[in-house]
């Protein structure tokens, strides 16, 4: 059961929390509708979780061998032997087919739901796809490879607006878009002061001095969205506040947090960065804490 558990590598769940953004900054919360829409979007939420772990075992599956001389990856369930190619390969397939299934009930049977499931299918097949090209393509291109790892933090967002069939603004996608770069290349800037290093060909091409430029670079683009973001026009007619620039130090403390923790080389990576960096959690749910009450004091 552990290496079951293992396998699906649950703690990397929490990257489809992007899913939700677009529940908390398009409004749905404070409509007559809100527990329908919380449930929409945590479902979303639990198809992506369900479709990742599908990704996962596949990666883990095309690379068994290079995994088998890892020093850390060699522990893996199918790397180790603990379970079995084929039936991972009968895993993935059902984690990956699953939610489809659902999402046809769903439709089949849910009038009301069948045009944000049909545009939220449409989404998940593009994220898979995506997904299946980084594994076997796109993660032995340099730059490629943190393009593709970004295009699925926001088609995880983009799924999040098709299930509330709420239009994506051009700030939420700028914003996704330079957040989930600056986390990729911090990825990448961990894993070149480790063992991956010597693992993965691009992470022979890629050097420290190349990745704090793109990190110092992404950086700046993502704290320069956010902040105009908070004070757009179209922000403050949507929220009928401008009070969202008061949220701006959490970003720049997080930014700086996770720029510390990528040139560290103390983590394995972002997962291992995050959940293990004590401040940047809490800085974290300050600034949803103080988005929350802004939204609550002004409705």
Not at 246 to 271: A, N
């Amino acid at each position: 059961m552990y290496s079951l558990i293992q396998l699906l590598r649950p703690k990397h769940w929490f990257k489809n929390v992007f899913v939700l953004f677009p529940l908390l900054f398009s409004g749905a919360l404070w409509t007559p509708n809100v527990w329908t829409s919380v449930l929409l979007s945590l479902f979303a939420t639990a198809c992506f979780c369900s479709w990742a772990s599908a990704v996962y075992i596949l990666n883990d599956v095309s690379d068994i061998e290079s995994d088998r001389q890892h020093p850390r990856k060699c522990n893996r369930p199918i790397a180790s032997g603990k379970i079995s190619i084929p039936t991972g390969i009968i895993i993935s397939v059902l984690l990956a087919v699953l939610p489809f299934a659902a999402l046809a009930g769903l439709y089949l049977f849910r009038e009301e739901f069948q045009k944000p499931v049909f545009y939220f299918t449409i989404v998940g097949a593009a994220y898979l796809i995506n997904s299946v090209l980084y594994d076997f393509l796109f993660r032995k291109q340099v730059l490629l490879d943190v393009f593709s790892i970004a295009m699925g933090f926001v088609l995880r967002i983009l799924a999040g607006c098709a299930i509330l069939l709420a239009v994506p603004t051009q700030w939420i996608l700028i914003c996704g878009w330079s957040m989930a770069l600056f986390m990729g290349f911090g990825k990448r800037r961990m894993e070149c002061a480790g063992a991956d290093s010597e693992y993965r060909s691009s992470l022979q091409i890629y050097s420290p001095q190349f990745l704090d430029v793109l990190l110092g670079v992404t950086a700046t683009c993502s704290l320069l969205s956010y902040m105009l973001y908070t004070v757009s026009q179209d922000t403050v007619t949507l929220h009928g506040t401008s009070c969202l620039i008061y949220t701006v130090p959490f970003v720049f403390y997080g930014i700086f947090r996770y720029l510390m923790d990528s040139i560290s080389g103390k983590h394995d990576g972002p997962v291992d960065a995050i959940i293990s960096d004590k401040p940047l959690i809490v800085c974290v749910l300050l600034w949803l804490a103080t988005v929350i009450g802004i939204f609550i004091y002004i409705k």
